[in-house]
C-alpha cells in the first residue's frame, strides 16, 4: 500500500488556492490510486511549537538538555518518520510576505535535524514531491515584482537538492486580485492563472500516482 503525505500551510480553510489546488492534484491522485493511503498534516490549523528547533540546536551546541528536549526531539522524530514513509509529498503553500510562512519553517527545521535526510544518501531521494502555490501578486518574468518570490527557491532548494526529490510545481498568481483594491485589471488574468493551475496540479496528481504505482510493482 502506498502512502501521499499532505501537508498544507496556508492559514485559511475557506478559500485557500493553495488547498484547492491540492484537492485537485489528490483528487486525481486517488483515482488513479483509489487504494492509496493520504497522511495528512496541516502547519496552517496546527503549527509546530517554535521553541523545538532551538531547544535541539541548544544541546548540538553543548548547553544542557532543558526540559522541552524530550519532546522537541520526539516531535523531530515523528516528522522525518512521517516524510520517510511517504512514497509521495504533496506540499501546499502560499507565499506569505515574499517567502513561507513560520510555521512552514519550523517544519523544515526540523526536518533538517534528521542526518539522513540531510547528509545521504537520503531515504527519499528520488520519490516525487508536487507543490502547490499560492502567490497574490505577480512573479513571474516581466512583473515588477520578479524576484520577489523567495519561497519557492527555497522549497525547491530542500526538497530537490538536499532532499534528492523530483519536484513538479503547480502554482497559480495574482491569486489576491478579486479582493484587493487597484488589481481590479488582474482579476481576468488571476482567473486564468488558476485555472492552469488546476489543470497542472491534476497532471502532477495523476503522473506522480502512476511513478507510485510503477515503482512498487
Known amino acids: 500500500m502506498t502512502t501521499l503525505l499532505r501537508v498544507d500551510a496556508s492559514l485559511r480553510l475557506d ?4 488547498r484547492a489546488l491540492a484537492d485537485s492534484a489528490e483528487a486525481a491522485w486517488k483515482a488513479e490510486h ?13 503549527p509546530l511549537p517554535a521553541t523545538a528547533w532551538p531547544a535541539l540546536v541548544a544541546t548540538k551546541l553543548g548547553a544542557e538538555a532543558g526540559p522541552d528536549h524530550a519532546e522537541a526531539a520526539a516531535l523531530a522524530a515523528e516528522l522525518a518518520a512521517e516524510v520517510k514513509k511517504a512514497d509521495a509529498i504533496l506540499l501546499a503553500v502560499p507565499l506569505y510576505n515574499y517567502g513561507i510562512a513560520q510555521h512552514v519553517k519550523t517544519w523544515i527545521d526540523l526536518l533538517l535535524i534528521d542526518p539522513e535526510l540531510v547528509y545521504g ?15 497574490g501578486g505577480g512573479y513571474s518574468p516581466g512583473a ?7 519561497a519557492t527557491p527555497y522549497l525547491e532548494r530542500v526538497f ?3 532532499f534528492g526529490m523530483n ?8 491569486t489576491l486580485a478579486p479582493a484587493t483594491p487597484g488589481m481590479e485589471q488582474l482579476i481576468d488574468a488571476s482567473k486564468v492563472s488558476e485555472t492552469e493551475a488546476h489543470v497542472t496540479a491534476e ?7 502512476r511513478e507510485v504505482i ?4
Open 15 to 18: 478559500g485557500s488556492v493553495s
Open 34 to 46: 483509489p487504494n492509496g493511503v493520504v497522511i495528512r498534516r496541516d502547519l496552517g490549523q496546527h
Open 121 to 135: 544518501p537520503s531515504p527519499i531521494a528520488g520519490r516525487p514531491a508536487i507543490f502547490t502555490l499560492a502567490r
Open 144 to 150: 515588477p515584482k520578479h524576484g520577489w518570490d523567495h
Open 160 to 162: 530537490g537538492d538536499v
Open 167 to 174: 519536484v513538479r510545481i503547480a502554482a497559480a498568481e495574482l
Open 203 to 209: 497532471q502532477h496528481g495523476t503522473m506522480v500516482a
Open 214 to 217: 510503477a515503482n512498487v510493482a
